[in-house]
């Protein structure tokens, strides 16, 4: 509000903007608000490395750990965020250089089902997750700045480059949050 007492412009356009939210886009904010920082690149780091450390302090009898009946492993879900780090990798690489094709959803359940990462050992779900990670920040510190607007249809709806660039944080910082919530306190 302005000193009036009115409502400005920018707020009545934030306003808006909150109201008219798909529900994609309000799934989305979910990630979205666990990025600590405007400066998602340096958090992507960040991200990353504290991945790394909360995983390299495990045994691999702790990474076998789930905190609920029918819950993730610990193994599972780091192997779920090097996997949905590669789709997101993938739709960045498509819609920046114009890909006009829409992208398929992926359902993550199917694709944890299907992963053996209970039967791989610890250490190398890990230097896999290093390598994703890295490639990330490779492809993402690589693209014009120009083409972080580029918007693509993924899973039926609209998102462009950068916003999939900051899903990567956000969603890691929300799996990072679960895991010390859920997990940590428990082994």
Known sequence: MD???KLDITHYQLLINHINMT????YIQRYLDNIPSEN??????ISGEKTVNVYSRLSEEQSHFAYGEGKWTLKELLLHLSDTERVFQYRILAFARGDENQLPGFDEEIYAENSFANERSLKSLLEEYKLVRNSSQVLL???RLSVLN???IANGNPISVETIGKLI???N???LNIIEERYLPKL
């Open 3 to 5: 000193k009036s007492g």
């Open 169 to 171: 944080v956000g969603h």
């Open 150 to 152: 580029n918007i693509g």
């Open 141 to 143: 510190e690589s693209l």
């Open 40 to 45: 998602w690149l340096e958090e992507l780091k």
């Open 23 to 26: 529900d994609f886009q309000k």
């Open 173 to 175: 910082y929300h799996h």
